[in-house]
């Protein structure tokens, strides 16, 4: 499998560093994590309507660009170095995935040329209010009434929940366990019954809230494949964010790296700078093997995507996940002991990728519980 990047993916991410460099710096990144949106509406806007790479990898008969899962992949990564703050990864590597793994092709119309343009920001809201990432812990419940169904509970931890237009919601049969009687649905942001709640969270350049639907009402078109079988969808889903997520730790832990080694040639203690040092040397040494594995990694879960190998998908999504998450969290960790002091300090950026990391590691399950998914998944 040839990883490099072909022609257009290289100019892709030149393109893509050159306006993260411009609108995604320190001080973009502070103001947008203190403002009540939690991103830049005007960025968000160039993202989407401007650059499209909310279209990236959304066919073209629903409004994308119909490139593929390398090229999201690519980008997460830069979005990653950069700490982007936009609800990109709720809206193209959940909401998106989501309705092309699980949607009809009439909700596919639907609801993907307005992802792809930029203007719905969609998520997915999954997990119950203990946190975990296993099916048996979906706590909405979707009962029949009338033509339709009512979702009645608590979905906590939805990335970019309390501004999204469309959430897809997994729910489940009343009196169902497990991943038994799991169904999606596609529910308005604004829909009478919803109550939304933004989270407070250690990493404030993402933003999480809790949604409590009570007695929501949809309509039977609203929702995604079969009643009660969704449990594959969902599954597929969480795979392949759980790639674009790694690629987005790869872009921090890389940024870990690139601020260590800068501050470490910087530095000067008893008259040389500290990368002189051998115990800075092996650690960054050590940091620099860890990425690049991790890149690996998160790349050639890419590729099994793009190739639509369904069976290697199945067993490199929780690989990267895993690898990645431990990846990032080490790189930040290093990083603010080789900065020392100041590099928890809120005048360094250091703390930021710290914070960054550790959220990551817990979205979506962090390394123990993917670990444990593979294992399961090749019968070990």
């Known amino acids: 499998m040839d990883f ?13 560093q050159s306006f993260l460099e411009e609108n995604s710096g320190s001080e973009q ?27 990236v990898h959304i066919p073209e008969e629903y409004g994308g660009l119909g490139l593929g899962y390398v090229e999201l992949v690519a980008l997460m990564e830069m979005m990653g170095g950069s700490l982007l703050c936009a609800p990109f990864f709720s809206s193209v590597c959940l909401g998106a995935n989501a309705l092309l ?69 997994a729910a489940r049969a009343e009196g169902s366990t497990s991943s ?9 942001g604004d829909a009478a019954g919803l109550q939304r709640k933004a989270l407070p969270t250690v990493d404030q ?10 007695n929501v009402t949809v309509p039977a078109t609203a929702r995604l494949g079969d009643e009660g ?33 800068a501050y470490a040639n910087e530095r000067v203690q008893f008259g040389r700078a ?19 594995s991790a890149r690996s990694a998160a790349y050639y879960a890419a590729c099994a995507v793009a190739e639509g190998n369904d069976a290697e998908i199945n067993t490199v999504a929780p690989l990267a996940k895993a690898y990645c998450s431990d990846a990032y969290f080490q790189s930040a960790a290093d990083c603010i002991q080789i900065h020392g002091g100041v590099g928890f300090t809120w005048e360094y950026d ?22 444990e998914q593979l294992a399961q998944r090749i019968d070990l």
């Not at 502070?30 to 160039?46: H, I, V």
């Open 350 to 371: 250091v703390h930021l990728y710290f914070k960054r990391a550790k959220s990551t590691e817990s979205l979506l399950g962090d390394a123990s519980y993917h670990r």
């Open 29 to 55: 990144v502070r103001k947008a994590m203190e403002s009540e949106l939690g991103y830049d509406a005007d960025t968000w806007n160039q993202v989407g309507a401007e650059l499209g790479w909310t279209s």
């Open 205 to 214: 350049t993402r933003r999480l809230a809790e949604l409590n639907f009570k």
């Open 4 to 16: 490099r990047f072909n022609e257009e993916q290289e100019e892709l991410r030149a393109m893509a």
């Open 229 to 261: 079988a969704a449990s594959a969808a969902i599954a597929r889903t969480l795979d392949l964010a759980a790639i674009a997520l790694a690629a987005e730790q790869v872009g921090g832990a890389q940024r870990c790296l690139d601020m260590s080694v």
């Open 180 to 188: 038994e009687g799991l169904s999606l649905f596609v529910v308005s």
């Open 101 to 169: 793994v699980a949607g009809s092709e009439e909700q596919k119309q639907e609801y993907l040329p307005g992802i792809a343009e930029g203007t719905t920001r969609a998520t997915f809201a999954y997990c119950g209010e203990s946190g975990n990432w296993d099916p048996s812990t979906v706590e909405v419940t979707a009962a029949v009434s009338g033509d339709g169904y009512m979702l009645s509970g608590v979905s906590s931890f939805v990335v970019d929940g309390h501004s999204a237009d469309l959430v897809i919601v």
């Open 274 to 292: 500290i990368g002189s040092f051998q115990a800075i040397k092996h650690k960054c040494a050590d940091l620099m093997v860890k990425v690049e």
